[in-house]
C-alpha cells in the first residue's frame, strides 16, 4: 500500500517523530512501499524525493514552521489534488498541527483510510507551557470549520477524560480543549497508532479500542568510531578521566531538564569527575539561563551544551557515554532509550510507565522523580559496572525486537485494517470523491 504521510514537524529540526516517520517511511521503500512525505517548508531542508513541501511560517515556538491553509480552507483544494494525482491507498497522519489536520482532510475528501498515529502527549505540553485556553479554543473552532463538523461537546462538570487528577480553571480548560482536538483529528480515523502503552496509562483517546494498534517504533544502531567518540570529547573539552552522564533530546521545560540539573549538582558532590552533556536544540535560552543561576557556578562550569546535532554526532556521543539520564514525564515512546541502549548506555528515567512499558520493557533503571533519589540512581550506575553491564545487556536484547523492518511490517498491517474497515464504510455510503 503506498502511504502518504502528514507531519508538522521535519528536517532541519530533529525529534521523534521525524526519527520515527523518516524511519517508517525508509523501512516501508526499501519492502516495496515507497510513499509520499507532506511537510511544511523550510529553507534549510535537503533535497529528498517523494516529500511534498508546503508553504510555511515561523510560528516563534521551538523551531516549528506552521502551513497557513489553515487561515484560508480553499487553499487545500489544490495541494489534495496534487496528492491525488501520486494515487495513495491510505493517508497516515503523524502530528496534529495544520499539516496534520489537512491530512484528515485529504482521508475524507480522497476517501481513503485514516491512520493517526498519537506520538504527542498533547495534555502534557499544553500543561507545561500553559497555552492560552482562549487560544486553544479558538484552534478547536476552526479545526470544526475547516472539516465543516459541529464543535466537539465538552465533557460535563466535574468528569475527566483522561487518567490525571481532576483539575481546574484555566488547567481544566485547556484540557478540554486538548480532548475536542483529539476528537476531531482521531474520532474519524480507521486506526490509531499508540508506540507503546503508557499513552494509553495517561490518555483517553476518543477511539473505539478494536481500531487502537499498540505499535513501537523500530530504531537502529547509530554507529560510530573510536575517532569520531575521541573528537567528539576532545571538541567539546571532555578530559580522559572525565565521566559522561548524557542526555539527548530538546532542551525544554517539559523534558525534566529542571529535575536533571538539580540532580546533577549532587552526582557531582558524588563524583567530582562528572560531567552532564545534553545534546539537543535550546530553544528557551533564557529559561535555561535561569535555571542554571539556581546552582554553584562550579556545578554549571561541568555542563556542557552542544546544540543539535547531526546523527553522526549524536552516535559519537553516546560513545562517550557512560550512563544515559532522561527525566522526561511526557515522552510516549523515548526513541533515545532505544539509541542508548543499542549503543552500550545504561539508562535511569523517572516514567515508571515508560519503564515498565518502553521498548526497554524494565531493562533500566527507574528512580522517583526527586533530585537526590534519580541522583543516587546515576551514581549507582557510575560505580557499579557490573550492574550497568547486566543492565546494557538486558536493554540490547529488549532493542534488537524492535527493527525498521519489524516496524513497517506491523505498521502494513494495520494499513490493511484500516483498508478493510473504510472498505466496509463504503459499502454503506461513504464514497470515494
Not at 146 to 160: N, S, Y
Not at 335 to 349: C, D, K, M, R
Not at 382 to 391: E, F, G, M, N, S
Not at 401 to 422: F, K
Request: aromatic residues 4%; positive net charge.
Amino acid at each position: 500500500m503506498r502511504a502518504v504521510h502528514f507531519t508538522d514537524t521535519y528536517l532541519p529540526r530533529r525529534d521523534g517523530v521525524v526519527t520515527s516517520l523518516r524511519t517508517l517511511a525508509a523501512a516501508l521503500a526499501d519492502a516495496g512501499n515507497p510513499g509520499l512525505i507532506v511537510v511544511p517548508r523550510h529553507p534549510d531542508q535537503p533535497a529528498e524525493p517523494d516529500v511534498l513541501r508546503l508553504r510555511a511560517l515561523p510560528c516563534g515556538v521551538a523551531d516549528l514552521r506552521l502551513s497557513p491553509w489553515l487561515l484560508r480552507g480553499a487553499a487545500a483544494t489544490g495541494t489534495i489534488a496534487e496528492i491525488a494525482a501520486h494515487a495513495p491507498d491510505v493517508v497516515h497522519v503523524h502530528t496534529p498541527g495544520p499539516v496534520g489536520l489537512l491530512g484528515v482532510l485529504t482521508a475524507r475528501r480522497l476517501g481513503l483510510p485514516l491512520v493517526q498515529t498519537y506520538h504527542t502527549d498533547l495534555h502534557a505540553y499544553a500543561d507545561a507551557y500553559r497555552v492560552p485556553a482562549r487560544a486553544l479554543s479558538a484552534g478547536v473552532r476552526l479545526y470544526a470549520r475547516r472539516l465543516g463538523v459541529p464543535r466537539p461537546a465538552a465533557a460535563p462538570a466535574g468528569h475527566t477524560r483522561d487518567h490525571r487528577p481532576m483539575a481546574s480553571g484555566a488547567v481544566a480548560r485547556r484540557r478540554a480543549a486538548m480532548d475536542a482536538t483529539n476528537t476531531l483529528l482521531l474520532g474519524g480515523a480507521d486506526a490509531v497508532v499508540v508506540p507503546t502503552r503508557a499513552v494509553l496509562d495517561r490518555i483517553h483517546l476518543p477511539v473505539p479500542t478494536d481500531r487502537v494498534h499498540l505499535v513501537p517504533t523500530g530504531v537502529a544502531a547509530r554507529r560510530t568510531t573510536a575517532r569520531d567518540i575521541n573528537a567528539f570529547r576532545y571538541g567539546h573539552g571532555i578530559a580522559p578521566s572525565d565521566r559522561v552522564v548524557l542526555y539527548v533530546g530538546r532542551i525544554n521545560r517539559e523534558k525534566g531538564i529542571g529535575l536533571l540539573i538539580a540532580a546533577f549538582e549532587r552526582i557531582l558532590a558524588g563524583c567530582p569527575n562528572a560531567r552532564l552533556v545534553l545534546v539537543g536544540a535550546l530553544y528557551e535560552p533564557r529559561w535555561l539561563a535561569g535555571l542554571l543561576r539556581t546552582i554553584d557556578p562550579r556545578v554549571a562550569a561541568r555542563i556542557i551544551l552542544t546544540g543539535q546535532q547531526t546523527p553522526e554526532v549524536v552516535a559519537a556521543a553516546y560513545g562517550a557515554a557512560e550512563v544515559f539520564a532522561f527525566a522526561s514525564r511526557t515522552d510516549t515512546q523515548a526513541l533515545v532509550l532505544q539509541e542508548a541502549g543499542l549503543a552500550g548506555v545504561p539508562a535511569v528515567l523517572v516514567d515508571r510507565g515508560l519503564h515498565q512499558h518502553g521498548a526497554l520493557a524494565g531493562a533500566a533503571l527507574c528512580t522517583d522523580a526527586e533530585p537526590g533519589a534519580f541522583a543516587a540512581g546515576v551514581l549507582r550506575l557510575l560505580r557499579d559496572p557490573d550492574a550497568a553491564r547486566r543492565q546494557v545487556a538486558a536493554a540490547t536484547a529488549r532493542c534488537a525486537q524492535h527493527t525498521p523492518a519489524r516496524y513497517a511490517e506491523a505498521i502494513r498491517e494495520v494499513y490493511a485494517s484500516a483498508a478493510g474497515l473504510t472498505s466496509r464504510f463504503n459499502d454503506r455510503g461513504r464514497t470515494r470523491s
